[in-house]
């Protein structure tokens, strides 16, 4: 409808004014409140054109559209803006159009359409994923799905720290303190399993550092010397580091200590993404990557890209860019992180034929990326230059709410416990559920827990930082999950009622709907959908997608408080009103789907 009024309102100015101007020059909003309209055009622009008075010009024009364009009824003028009625057959034509798309507003790919690939998660493998892990995650699967939504081809992928001295610390701590125990033998998911002996080997690492200090200083060495000197020689650290190496020359007993316990964590992370919800197409591993990236720094020095310095290091200068030289290769040979991930680059445009890459990962790595992006245009990657990194803000929980195992990170697997635990609670108390079975019950607490914690942070601007508070997400009233799912769960009860009651599905003209006020409200806050969700692509925002969801629930449910649907006083009217709450819990379903929320049909 939106371009359909663009279009006339160019043909109204040539026309009129005898000036042909661009559909961007005309500027359509909605009618601010306290007037008359559903939408407003701005005159202003064509004041020159007309060379009269803006409220003269909004006038004319105005007239032009009553006579010529059939979308609008009636029109008034304040000033230089012209606010236009739009006719009931137009409102009704535009709910019918909604109702024939299953996916209304949202773009289908082709096989010519953009490859996006889109990396989240990012653990590693000597603990379990986190809090941060969690916004991480949801974050990129809804990312993935917006852009999908907007017609994209979407490859979701995951790079996995699996090597590395942390790896070998949980390796070396189990091995001495472990007695064999596996996931199986102690109860426990994998990734916590190993994530007991890093933090073994740690405990164990400071008490060697403890002791060794206070040696170092009786002998008369001063502290900081001596704290430097105990870290560097502890027995453990130095067995972590010979592990390593022994690792990187393929020792068959450490690669295959190191392939078993990685499987116990990977069988723990899956857990924990089926949870949430999320997963990915291709994972990829940084023991697979990392030599890679060497070889394509090489490449780069042989081309005059990278320079070499005296001490045989390899370094790209960046200054011409308004930033620093970087190391690429230490004078020893060995990589560094950004060198993994020109690697792990290499490896993805050999797979795929990108044309976008986005990273999402956390703000403190802004300059990272920035690097990044210089040093892959000027290897040659089509995307190098124009890589999104989707930085995001800190996600921490109020002091006292939850402490993890070690009681310093905020377990994810706890923190999914706890929401649907929360969830069934909420529901137990108000008397919610009390006709469903059990099964029922806890599949709904595992629906709405998830849906809380997942829309309470989906809900705020990725780029802020943000505190989550579990008892203000589980909330049935306000800007949460659960308020909305409930709303969806309620008109899919009117639905059921309606089929029990014989009432059938509108089958008629647009010209036979009859609407009143609030209804062409919530049908125009239907069809912004579309607009929603194409904004959401282009600026990258689930929060827009969020806070959608919240506005287009809240407006039904003043809309549901006002007018009875199957009480209405016609056949036609419960009709019409069955079809704008059909197509509300659409647009509701899908919009959450772009947040990986499921709306249960009962609550």
Avoid at 32 to 49: D, H, I, Q, S, Y
Avoid at 88 to 113: C, K, N, P, V, Y
Avoid at 453 to 468: E, P
Wanted: proline share 2%.
């Amino acid at each position: 409808m939106e371009k359909q009024l663009i279009s006339a309102v160019v043909k109204a100015v040539s026309e009129l004014y005898g000036q042909d101007v661009p559909e961007s020059m005309v500027q359509l909003q909605k009618t601010k409140a306290g007037f008359e309209g559903n939408l407003t055009v701005v005159v202003f622009p064509f004041l020159k054109m007309s060379r009269k008075k803006p409220d003269l010009t909004a006038q004319e024009i105005g007239q032009w559209l009553v006579e010529n364009c059939g979308v609008v009824d009636r029109f008034n003028a304040v000033g230089g803006f012209l606010n236009l009625v739009l006719s009931q057959t137009s409102w009704a034509d535009m709910l019918l159009r909604i109702d024939a798309d299953e996916h209304f507003g949202e773009r289908q790919a082709t096989d010519a359409s953009p490859l996006v690939m889109v990396e989240y998660s990012s653990p590693n493998t000597n603990k379990p994923l986190h809090l941060g892990h969690v916004r991480n995650n949801l974050l990129g699967w809804s990312l993935a799905q917006i852009l999908q939504a907007n017609g994209n081809r979407v490859v979701k992928t995951n790079i996995v720290n699996d090597r590395g001295i942390h790896i070998c610390k949980s390796m070396l701590a189990w091995l001495k303190y472990g007695n064999g125990e596996t996931p199986e033998s102690s109860g426990k998911k994998g990734d916590h399993l190993i994530g007991d002996y890093y933090v073994a080997f740690d405990k164990h690492y400071r008490e060697e550092v403890k002791e060794l200090k206070a040696k170092f200083v009786a002998e008369g060495m001063d502290d900081e010397r001596a704290e430097e000197k105990a870290k560097a020689e502890a027995p453990l650290i130095q067995e972590a580091h010979a592990m390593l190496v022994k690792w990187e020359q393929g020792d068959p007993e450490v690669r295959a200590l190191w392939e078993k316990m990685n499987s116990w964590v990977y069988a723990g992370f899956d857990e924990t993404y089926q949870k949430l919800g999320v997963g990915f197409d291709k994972i990829y591993y940084e023991s697979q990557t990392y030599l890679k990236g060497k070889a394509k720094v090489l490449e780069g020095l042989e081309k005059g890209v990278f320079e070499r310095h005296d001490d045989n290091s390899v370094w790209a200068d960046l200054t011409d860019e308004g930033l620093d030289k970087k190391i690429l290769l230490r004078s020893d040979g060995t990589s560094v992180y950004i060198t993994q991930d020109i690697g792990t680059a290499q490896m993805r445009f050999t797979d795929y034929p990108i044309d976008k890459m986005i990273y999402v990962v956390g703000n403190e790595q802004n300059y990272h990326f920035q690097v990044l992006s210089i040093l892959l245009d000027r290897l040659g990657f089509k995307w190098g230059r124009d890589l999104v990194h989707f930085s995001y803000g800190m996600v921490e929980l109020p002091n006292g709410k939850m402490k993890s195992r070690e009681g310093t990170v905020v377990d994810a697997d706890d923190l999914i416990e706890l929401m649907i635990n929360d969830a069934r609670r909420t529901a137990d108390e108000a008397g919610k559920n009390a006709d469903l079975t059990e099964e029922e019950r806890q599949e709904i607490a595992r629906i709405v827990g998830l849906g809380a914690l997942q829309y309470f942070i989906l809900k705020v601007d990725a780029r802020k930082n943000m505190l989550f508070n579990p008892e203000e997400s589980i909330d049935f009233n306000g800007n949460t999950g659960p308020f909305i799912q409930y709303t969806h769960a309620r008109i899919k009860s009117i639905m059921r009622k309606a089929a029990e009651q014989g009432i059938q599905e509108f089958n008629g003209a647009a010209a036979a709907i009859k609407l009143n006020e609030k209804e062409v409200t919530l049908i125009q806050k239907m069809n912004d959908y579309a607009a929603v969700v194409e904004q959401a692509g282009k600026d990258y925002s689930p929060s827009g997608i969020a806070n959608y969801c919240y506005e287009l629930t809240k407006e039904f449910n003043q809309w549901y408080h006002d007018y009875s649907v199957l009480n209405a006083d016609d056949e036609l009217t419960k009709q019409t009103r069955l079809l704008i709450a059909k197509n509300v819990a659409k647009i509701i379903k899908n919009g959450m789907r772009l947040l990986g929320i499921e709306v249960p049909e009962r609550m």
